[in-house]
T-cell receptor
């Protein structure tokens, strides 16, 4: 079946450090891939997405590339800020019915 | 321009009671999705509804859980005879189009069963 696996958190970084949060997936067919972010006390917000192999999604300095050969969609940011502290969820959709399949989430804490 | 609204934000129920969770989608959205997040786990799909129709309920437990999205009013997720294992955060999302992965999430309802 379809599934998503993320690196475990929490991840603690200093401001301006480089961020990588690993995400790998298992899916039939050609899924779309997403990163969602959840700030404390709020709902999930779509951060970026990629709908086909080799696509790069980007937003607010975050990037992720859809790698079909390694079934991965790792999230990266060159220089994190304290305001990036949140829980990050990797997700996929098999493009049938809109159902999203999520990883378990990775908590990021950025210290000044 | 209100986003997806859920209420209550926190709900405490004793074992055996009923829990009703409400979700008002974004204006203009007629598709609603419910997800459940158990402690230390990711969000798991439960059900997908369009107004007055259940499109996909493949993630709903077979007993005690039901969902509706009437022509007027919010979507309701109902859990009868709650048990401790139902304690979780329940998130609602809405979309404008059918089968869309462009979903907008509410802040969630945290259910605690004592």
């Amino acid at each position: 079946g379809n599934s998503v696996t993320q690196m475990e958190g929490p991840v603690t970084l200093s401001e301006e450090a480089f961020l990588t949060i690993n995400c790998t997936y298992t899916a039939t067919g050609y899924p779309s891939l997403f990163w969602y972010v959840q700030y404390p006390g709020e709902g999930l917000q779509l951060l970026l997405k990629a709908t086909k192999a080799d696509d790069k999604g980007s937003n607010k300095g975050f990037e992720a590339t859809y790698r079909k050969e390694t079934t991965s969609f790792h999230l990266e940011k060159g220089s994190v800020q304290v305001s990036d502290s949140a829980v990050y969820f990797c997700a996929l959709s098999n493009n049938q019915g809109g159902k999203l399949i999520f990883g378990q989430g990775t908590e990021l804490s950025v210290k000044p | 321009n209100a986003g997806v609204m859920q209420n209550p934000r926190h709900l405490v129920r004793r074992r055996g009671q009923e829990a009703r969770l409400r979700c008002s989608p974004m204006k203009g959205h007629s598709h609603v999705y419910w997800y459940r997040q158990l402690p230390e786990e990711g969000l798991k799909f439960m059900v997908y509804l369009q107004k007055e129709n259940i499109i996909d309920e493949s993630g709903m437990p077979k007993e005690r859980f039901s969902a509706e999205f009437p022509k007027e009013g919010p979507s309701i997720l109902r859990i009868q005879q709650v048990v401790r294992g139902d304690s979780a955060a329940y998130f609602c999302a809405s979309s404008e189009q059918r089968d869309s992965h462009e979903q907008y999430f509410g802040p969630g309802t945290r259910l605690t069963v004592t």
